[in-house]
Antibody
């Protein structure tokens, strides 16, 4: 079955960096676009970034553009999110999710990123 | 960006009674391939989101048939024909036609 397992979260200070990982299994990782979606405390869901299966198309939310970098390693079936210059308002649960054209069909369990001084 | 607006934001319901959630978009978002990528997700307390409906009205495998989606253009609806205790949670609509994909604010369904 499809499994997405995030890791790498934690508590960091503003201005810090963090790298999230998402280990994918149970499907052909190299053939699917992948997302990072976050949910801030007491707020709704926000699409943070999207990477196509061939890595040619990459998108970012305006709120993270220039600070976050999405990437994938097909040999390791792993999705990454490199987060730099973290701000307090980046505090959220970050979900790795599988794309199904125009939709998201599977979600990971989420990983907490807390940015606090 | 396409702004998705849900109403109500809080929905207390009686077990066994119907419930309806509205989702309106600030503009139409028909994809160039002709599809309307309007999705509905359920997030139960302490869990990850789960997709219920895709492309307006297609129910995911394993989703009870008491859930149904409808709508077109800028106006969409999720209906629960008879609310059960396991339906408690937050429901989100999401458009997946134009980047950034955008979610509604969420509707919290609780039992009266």
């Amino acid at each position: 079955q499809v499994q997405l397992v995030e890791s790498g979260g934690g508590v960091v200070q503003p201005g810090s960096s963090l790298r999230l990982s998402c280990a994918a299994s149970g499907f052909s990782f190299s053939t699917y676009a992948m997302h990072w979606v976050r949910r801030a405390p007491d707020k709704g869901l926000e699409c943070v970034s999207l990477i196509s299966s061939d890595e040619k198309d990459i998108y970012y939310a305006d709120s993270v553009k220039g600070r976050f970098t999405i990437s994938r390693d097909k040999s390791k079936n792993t999705l990454y999110l490199e987060m730099n210059s973290l701000r307090v308002d980046d505090t959220a649960v970050y979900y790795c999710a599988r794309d199904q054209k125009g939709s998201i069909d599977y979600w990971g369990q989420g990983v907490l990123v807390a940015v606090s001084s | 960006d396409v702004v998705m607006t849900q109403s109500p934001l809080s929905l207390p319901v009686t077990l066994g009674q119907p419930a309806s959630i509205s989702c309106r978009s600030s503009q139409g978002f028909v994809h160039s391939d002709g599809n309307t990528y309007l999705n509905w997700f359920q997030q139960r307390p302490g869990q990850s989101p789960r997709r219920l409906i895709y492309k307006v009205s297609n129910r995911d495998s394993g989703v009870p048939d008491r859930f149904s989606g409808s709508g077109s253009g800028t106006d969409f609806t999720l209906k629960i024909s008879r609310v059960e205790a396991e339906d408690v949670g937050i429901y989100y609509c999401m458009q997946g036609a134009q980047w950034p994909w955008t979610f509604g604010q969420g509707t919290k369904v609780e039992i009266k």
